[in-house]
């Protein structure tokens, strides 16, 4: 076994985010029980999921998992989870009487919210009457699975809502999370209510850290788990970084380096949606949703805001952290060119966010193991830290990813003899290999599968043709040339083949699964109108040319070849010094100071925090020319 991960979840979109990466997961447990000794076999769950128990002494499959979200963030879902229910358990229905009155009282209760089609059928049992069949049964379960799956995006929602009066569509994020959580993964900030407690600036998570007790209850979540490991590896954290979760992770993740020692990996991906994606996880209507967008491109006040943010996260949160990635939706669609998601939906921009996260983090979640029907290129998070931080010791990573990935060479004898070619030719010649334009010199319409329809999750930092980039992991699952699987052999010297193509030089670990990315039910119905239930483009280039130009709603798949790249680059220099200058111009006029006042940061901190910027962008001098 590789070892323990324990995952941390800080916010309302990192939840969003956290619910498709176990969906996802929950499908491959599904897929390595029905398919033993397929391809599903070559990720070792155990790295994140824990075995356990219920009250009653059933076995149970959960993720080591801590989140931390607003009062009400779960909708209809109790926080304890079903499967931990003690069974015929006590009623609430006394509960907020106080024992030692003995005169008359009202009990006043809101009504509850509803739980969401799709929940309450993961939680129905099949329906089996006298004389049906156990496998019709179960075929009927299933379509009302996936019926009520289908009423939580799109048009289809829409119909439902207004065919039944209820509303439809997802508004929580256990709207459509299939993965059953312990009851230890779930902390709720008291006092602070999803959809109606702003929690926008750094300084709003600070009274959620302030007392022993709670600094406590927190910490005794994570040792819960980190006890039970037999191999810590370490922890990968979600956090919304741009808000009150992004001091709140500060904090958590202080404590866990003073716990667990400073040299324990930690990944973290510091989520960035667009403002209607934020308000809309966060609980805000539709119309504050787009009124917070606008906010977000005119409101000096929320510019402000952000700015100070940023500067907080990157001068206090990312030195705690062995890699800080931030990841957001493609500011345009046309990055991904064969999805059609929805701008400003929560529930399609942490898809793809969810999706990228699950395939960026297969290395150490790989089994070990030999011959041709094992995963390659199995690594330690601590490795894989060490691969994109060690040249300039800075935390900073950024991802990219295409989904679905591009068909590899048709011709993959070919493709090889190229990649040794090229190999040969860079050791005679020592060519660095700086070619910019994501091709290094070959033409748009040639490039290389690992840069075609290849889209950025890291704002500010290009997809392709980074000449600054000096380490990368790089993961290909489920490979396919021609409409059918590649054997993973053949598709790693295409891997390499292509890599060479781009003329690009830098450290590199590439990772190759057999299993592509499956798509759960509850997806978001994304992939474009002509792709297969296995991801492959249309044949043809008139077919495919329709796909790439189509519009409107995407169609179901099953499964789909991704590619992540997870990049060190010198690009983030300039990058810091834009925010250190803007923070540096903010926190100086008088309204940034009385926000940094308010957030618990005086003017005697600020001379500190722009220093750690300095360092940070000056991180990258080294060896540049």
Known sequence: ??????????????????????????????????????????????????????????????????????????????????????????SDAGAGVIASWAGGHEVHRAAPVPKSRFAQELEAEPEWTPGQDEEDAGAASAAALAAAAAQLDGAAAASSAAASGSGSGVRYFTDYLKAHLHPRSVHQLSGAWH??????????????????DQREAAMERIRFFAEEADHLQGFQCMADDLTGFGQLAAHVLQEVRDEYGPNRPVMLYALRPDAAAAAAAAGSPAAEAAAAAAAAADDPAELRRRRLNEGLSLSLLAPLCSTFTAVAPPAARAALPLLRWQAGSAFHASALCGAALDTASLPYRLTHGAGPRAAIGAAAMSDLCQLLTGQHRSPLAALAMAL???????DLQHAAQQADARFAHLSISGDSGGGGGGGGGTRPGSLPFTARWLASLTPGIAAAGDAARYAESVVLRGPRAGGMPVELGAAAAALDGALAAERLRCVRQRSLCAQPLPVPLPFPRVFATGLSQAGDPPAGSAALAAALRGGGGGQEAASAPMLTRLSGTTAFAPLVTAVQRQFAATAGSAQGQATLEAWGHGREELGGLQERLTVLAHAYDEGQE
């Open 404 to 410: 679905p990935c591009a068909p590899l060479p048709a």
């Open 1 to 90: 076994m590789p070892g323990e991960v324990i995952t941390l979840q800080l916010g309302s979109f990192a939840n969003y985010v956290g619910a498709h990466y176990w969906n996802i997961q929950d499908e491959l447990l599904g897929l390595a029980e029905s398919e033993e000794g397929g391809p599903a076999a070559q990720v070792d769950s155990s790295v994140l999921w824990r075995a356990g128990e219920t009250l009653a002494g059933e076995a149970t499959y959960t993720p080591r998992l801590v989140l931390w979200d607003l009062s009400g963030a779960l909708g209809g879902v109790s926080a304890g989870g079903a499967l931990y229910r003690e069974p015929g358990g006590i």
């Open 195 to 212: 959809g109606l407690t702003p929690f926008g600036g750094w300084g709003d998570g600070s009274e959620h850290w302030r007392s022993e």
